[in-house]
């Protein structure tokens, strides 16, 4: 009986990281966990076996860089599947993991200008709108821009669990992934709208208070002549300060805060309550993975910055060859720059922009896969729900699925004769 609780239970866990259906993976993941998967040393955890043994210290922030590629190996290349692929830069893009994982696109390229015919066609048509549709554009604009921040920010919250289940599961399933993680990703968006008011808000009174005191003594009309009085005023002090603490907490919270509620069902604030005693516990080892994710976030970005660069010049000069001939098309047939010309250019570069953002994306899949796995494999050796999705317990033996009693014998052959 034990053994059939057991496996009623725990065996689940197993399951979904085995072959099972994905929907029934998926939503397993919630499931209760009886059993129990102590953390284990990094030698146990690099040594190969399918269930390592109960031991005692966690593993390092070090020794799980090997772990996060052997994972990342394993779901992208073994074997390749080019819509996995799709999916997760698709994932990955909206979920905002190419700026956390160090993936900064370069976004400023000095192209030679060869001649002014386009500038003129822009000034010539410029020139002659109204300046109340200056005004009206620009207020559209604005609105639309908080518009769409606000709805980016709930898409990246819902896709930052759906990342969290498709590195998990070595699976990537947008749909069901949309639909099963509406409650978690409101939760995790209204946080993200909190965190940003409290972070700006903070900011502006740490470094405000000193740039006010710095702008009446009129440092600012020659700062070259007073960076030292800047620096040791505190007015860079309390920025980089502030911008380095809310990073932490916002690397923090994604890594360690999301899988308890993406496994538990729990809130933010209790996420938070819970990890608390774990980083007092143990500063030293969340001290030596904030610095190494740095550092691994450094070395993804300049080898994903290099292959951006090419990526975008290869994108970007057919672009704006197109552009040209465009616009010299559009002036020799008598077009003007109106409010329907400027709404198909702002339509076509949208597009061009969307299109060169996913193939930034793909390229960047290893690291969306990388950084998770990286979080994942660090947090379950200090978080057990995490540890058996990770490491699910062995199938029963035969002795326990007979109650601890030893099969039957066999019996005695008859005598001879």
């Known amino acids: 009986m034990a053994g059939e609780r057991g496996r009623s239970r725990g065996f689940s866990i197993g399951e979904a990281s085995r072959g099972a259906a994905f929907p029934f993976r998926i939503g397993l993941l919630l499931a209760p966990c009886s059993l129990v998967l102590a953390p284990c040393l990094s030698s146990q955890y690099l040594s190969g076996e399918a269930f390592p043994p109960r031991c005692i210290l966690p593993i390092s922030a070090v020794d799980t860089i090997t772990l996060a590629f052997q994972h990342t190996k394993r779901q992208l290349v073994q074997p390749f599947r080019f819509w996995q692929w799709t999916r997760l830069a698709v994932v990955g893009l909206l979920a905002g993991e190419m700026g956390s994982g160090g993936c900064n696109v370069p976004s400023n390229f000095n192209f030679p200008n060869h001649g002014g015919t386009s500038r003129q066609l822009l000034d010539s048509g410029l020139g002659s709108i109204d300046p109340a549709l200056y005004a009206g554009l620009i207020a559209v604009l604005v609105v639309t821009g908080l518009v769409l921040a606000v ?11 759906i990342l969290f289940d498709s590195v998990l599961v070595k699976e990537c399933h947008i749909r069901q992934g949309w639909q099963r ?3 978690e990703g409101w939760k995790y968006f209204l946080w993200q709208l909190v965190y940003l008011f409290i972070t700006v808000a903070g900011i502006v009174v740490l470094v405000g208070i000193p740039a006010a005191f710095a702008f009446a003594l009129g440092w600012f009309k020659a700062p070259g002549q007073h960076i030292l009085g800047l620096v040791l005023g505190g007015v860079v002090v309390f920025f980089l300060t502030a911008i380095f603490a809310a990073a932490v907490i916002h690397v923090l919270t994604k890594d360690f805060v999301v899988p308890q509620m993406a496994l538990e069902g729990i809130g933010v604030i209790e996420g938070w309550r819970r ?14 993975y904030v610095l190494m994710k740095i550092v691994l976030a450094i070395g993804a970005a300049i080898v994903i910055a290099i292959v951006s660069v090419i990526l975008v010049l290869v994108v970007a000069i057919p672009a704006v060859g197109l552009g040209i001939v465009a616009a010299l098309t559009g002036k020799t047939a008598g077009l003007t720059w109106n409010v329907f010309t400027i709404t198909l250019a ?3 570069g949208c597009i061009l922009l969307a299109i060169l953002l996913y193939l930034l994306a793909l390229i960047s899949v290893p690291a969306i896969v990388f950084f998770p796995a990286y979080a994942m494999y660090f947090f379950a050796a200090r978080y057990r729900t995490l540890s058996l999705m990770l490491y699910p317990p062995p199938p029963a033996s ?3 699925e007979s109650d601890g009693q030893p099969p039957p014998l066999a019996p005695a052959p008859e005598p001879a004769g």
């Open 275 to 288: 990890l608390w005693p774990m980083l007092r516990a143990e500063r030293g080892g969340y001290a030596v």
């Open 346 to 348: 702002v339509i076509v």
């Open 151 to 161: 709805i980016m920010t709930y898409i990246s919250s819902v896709m930052r669990f």
């Open 181 to 183: 993680r509406q409650l």
């Open 398 to 400: 035969p002795l326990a």
